[in-house]
């Protein structure tokens, strides 16, 4: 089993910050990308950001410029840094992780967490 709770979501201005971060806990023995997809309503999930256990990272058209994404590796943990955020960039925003079992396979899993609510109102 696998385990993501993510935190930090919420209401927020236009033009302000938010920083939303993702733990991964559980049955895990590497973890490689990690990243944030989000959802609005009557919209399909779209990815936002995502980052390879190296560092490589990756992000929407809409946010590039704005949003950065980070993790720790020691901490199972992926951030997502939000500035100058629009009321457009409201929507519930999911964690999303790959991941291996075990050493022994090369096997990749793909595990989303319940996502977390950000409002940006105008």
């Known amino acids: 089993q696998v385990q993501l709770v993510e935190s930090g979501g919420g209401l927020v201005q236009a033009g302000g910050s938010l920083r939303v971060s993702c733990v991964a806990s559980g049955s895990i023995f590497r973890l490689n990308a990690m990243g944030w997809y989000r959802q609005a309503p009557g919209n399909q999930r779209e990815l936002v950001a995502a980052?390879?256990?190296?560092?490589?990272?990756t992000y929407g058209d809409s946010v590039k410029g704005r949003f950065t994404i980070s993790r720790d590796n020691a901490k199972n943990t992926v951030y997502l840094q939000m500035n100058s955020l629009k009321p457009e960039d409201t929507a519930v925003y999911y964690c999303?992780?790959?991941?291996?079992?075990?050493?022994?396979?090369?096997?990749?899993?793909?595990?989303w967490g319940q996502g977390t609510q950000v409002t940006v109102s105008s």
């Open positions: 999303n992780v790959r991941y291996q079992r075990s050493g022994s396979s090369v096997i990749e899993y793909v595990y």
């Open positions: 980052i390879t256990s190296g560092g490589t990272t």
